[in-house]
C-alpha cells in the first residue's frame, strides 16, 4: 500500500496594530460601526493620494528582524488588479517584487517534542481589504470597507511543513512573536491574524508534489491543525479512490471539522501587477535597522533560554511562563526579591493566572506587586504560614487589601501555623481516635493512609497546624 507525505506552505495575513491605516489618516479601530472608518482616499476616489505609515514599516521590519530575514533596501510597492466587492479601488496596494523582508526561519517544536526550522520565503507588506458579510442580509451580501486600507504583513512558508502538528506549532511561534513586538494582537476570532494553508500530498520517496489545495477561514489555531488534518486525510482517500485531486480553494467547517469546495482554481490568476504610481520607494538603511533592533524586546527563545539556565525552570514551567510576554516578565520582576524560582514560577502560572483567568483580567490589571509575591512565598518557606493557607486565606486577603504587607494580614488575621506540640498531639489524638479502622488498615501496611490523617488534622486545625510537624507526629504515634 502507497504511503503518502503532505506538503504544506502557509501564508498568514498580520494586521499591524497602528492607530491609522497604511495609506491614509482613517483609524483602524475594531468594532466601530460599519463604513464610518473610511475617506476619499482609503476608498480610492479619484485625485486622491496615498501616503506612507512609517509607524507599519518600522513594524514589518521588526518583524522580519525577529525572524531572522534579510531585510530590502529598496522597496517599490506595486497595484494588485482584481475585482472584488470587498476591494474598494479595484486593486490592493502591495508589495511584489521587492518584498520588505526574505528568506529567515521560525524555530518550532510540536508537543512531541519534534524540532524543526520552517524556512520563510518573504514577508511583505499591504493592504487590508474590506470585508463582505453574507449573513446580515436574506438576499444580498453586505460591505463593510472600515477595515481597507488596514496595514497588513504577509509571512509566507516555503513549503516545509508536513503535520498539522507543525503546523500548529508555527501559527502558536508567529502568534506568540508578534504580541512580544507589540506590533499585533493575535486575534483569529477578530481576523486580525489570519492563516491560509496550501496543502498537497504525494507518495513517500518522491519529489514531484501533488496538486496544491488553498484551505481558507480558519479562525483559531486549533483549527489550522483540524483543517490540515482532514484535508490530508481527504486528499489520500481521493488518490486511493482512482481519483484525481482537483487544485481548487476550499473552506473549512469548524462546527463539523470538515473542508468544502469554495471555488475551482482553473488558471493562473493574472494579477497585471505594475508599480504603484503614487507612491515612492522605501529606502531602508542600516542605521534605520539599528535603531529599529534596538528598540526590540527580548524574545520567548532567549527569555526561554534564560529560565532554564540562569533558573534552573524545567522545559515544561520555562514554555508556560514565555508563552505570555507579561506573565514572563511579572516571573522576572518577582525574581529581584527572591530566589525560590520554583515556587515564583508556581504562584505566576497556577495561583495569579488562575485568580486572573477566574476574574477575565490579565497581569497588567494586577492588583499586587512583585515584591509582595516574595513575602508570601518567603513567610512559606520560613514557615511562619504553609501553602495552603497562603492560597486560600492570605492571597485573597491580600488582594482584598493590596496596599498592606503580607506580614501584617497575617498577624491581623490570625494565619501563623501553629507548631505547638500540646496543640498538635490533641488533635492527631483526636483523628486517630475517629478512624481506628484506617489506623488498622495503615498498621496493615497501606502507608498511603498517612496523608489522610494529615489531611484531617488539617481541617480541625482549620489550615494552622504546621504540616511537616504534623507528618512527623501521625507518623511516630502510628509506630508505636
Request: net charge negative; hydrophobic share 35%.
Amino acid at each position: 500500500m502507497t504511503e503518502f507525505e503532505a506538503v504544506i506552505g502557509l501564508e498568514i495575513h498580520i494586521q499591524l496594530q497602528t492607530k491609522s491605516k497604511a495609506f491614509s489618516s482613517d483609524s483602524t479601530e475594531y468594532g466601530a460601526l460599519p463604513n464610518t472608518l473610511v475617506s476619499p482616499v482609503s476608498l480610492g476616489h479619484p485625485g486622491t493620494l496615498p501616503k506612507h505609515n512609517a509607524k507599519a514599516v518600522e513594524m514589518a521590519t521588526m518583524m522580519g528582524l525577529a525572524l531572522n530575514c534579510d531585510i530590502t533596501r529598496i522597496n517599490q510597492y506595486s497595484r494588485k488588479n482584481y475585482f472584488y466587492a470587498d476591494l474598494p479601488k479595484g486593486y490592493q496596494i502591495t508589495q511584489f517584487n521587492t518584498p520588505l523582508c526574505t528568506n529567515g526561519f521560525v524555530p518550532i517544536q510540536t508537543k512531541d517534542g519534534v524540532k524543526s526550522k520552517i524556512r520563510l520565503t518573504r514577508i511583505h507588506m499591504e493592504e487590508d481589504t474590506g470585508k463582505s458579510m453574507h449573513d446580515q442580509d436574506l438576499y444580498d451580501t453586505l460591505v463593510d470597507y472600515n477595515r481597507a486600507g488596514t496595514p497588513l504583513i504577509e509571512v509566507v512558508t516555503e513549503p516545509d511543513i508536513k503535520t498539522g502538528d507543525e503546523a500548529y506549532a508555527f501559527v502558536t511561534e508567529i502568534r506568540r512573536l508578534v504580541r512580544y513586538l507589540e506590533i499585533c494582537d493575535g486575534n483569529m476570532e477578530e481576523g486580525s491574524l489570519r492563516c491560509d494553508a496550501n496543502i498537497s500530498v504525494m507518495p513517500k520517496g518522491t519529489s514531484v508534489y501533488g496538486t496544491k489545495v488553498e484551505v481558507k477561514n480558519m479562525n483559531s489555531i486549533s483549527n489550522v491543525k483540524r483543517a490540515i488534518d482532514f484535508e490530508i486525510a481527504r486528499q489520500i482517500n481521493v488518490i486511493e479512490s482512482g481519483n484525481k485531486v482537483e487544485g481548487e480553494t476550499r473552506g473549512f467547517n469548524g462546527l463539523e471539522g470538515t473542508t468544502f469546495s469554495m471555488r475551482k482554481k482553473e488558471a493562473i490568476n493574472d494579477y497585471r501587477y505594475f508599480p504603484e504610481p503614487d507612491l515612492p520607494p522605501i529606502i531602508v538603511t542600516d542605521a534605520y535597522i539599528q535603531n529599529i533592533r534596538s528598540k526590540m524586546p527580548e524574545l520567548p527563545a532567549i527569555l526561554f533560554d534564560r529560565f532554564t539556565n540562569n533558573y534552573g525552570l524545567n522545559d515544561y514551567d520555562s514554555s508556560v511562563l514565555v508563552d505570555d510576554k507579561m506573565s514572563a516578565l511579572y516571573f522576572e520582576q518577582i525574581t529581584k526579591h527572591s530566589n525560590n524560582y520554583k515556587a515564583i514560577c508556581n504562584w505566576v502560572m497556577v495561583t495569579i493566572r488562575g485568580y486572573l483567568n477566574e476574574n477575565a483580567l490579565s497581569i497588567e490589571q494586577f492588583s499586587l506587586n512583585p515584591h509582595q509575591i516574595a513575602e508570601i512565598i518567603a513567610l512559606i518557606d520560613s514557615g511562619v504560614i504553609n501553602h495552603t493557607i497562603a492560597n486560600q486565606k492570605l492571597f485573597p486577603a491580600l488582594i482584598a487589601n493590596p496596599s498592606k504587607h503580607p506580614k501584617e494580614l497575617v498577624e491581623e488575621l490570625n494565619l501563623a501555623t501553629n507548631s505547638d506540640l500540646s496543640f498538635l498531639n490533641e488533635i492527631i489524638d483526636e483523628v486517630l481516635s475517629a478512624f481506628p479502622e484506617k489506623v488498622l488498615e495503615y498498621k496493615s501496611g497501606k502507608q498511603g493512609l498517612l496523608g489522610m490523617f494529615v489531611g484531617e488534622v488539617m481541617k480541625r486545625s482549620k489550615g494552622k497546624a504546621d504540616p511537616k510537624i504534623t507528618n512527623q507526629l501521625i507518623a511516630e504515634k502510628l509506630a508505636q
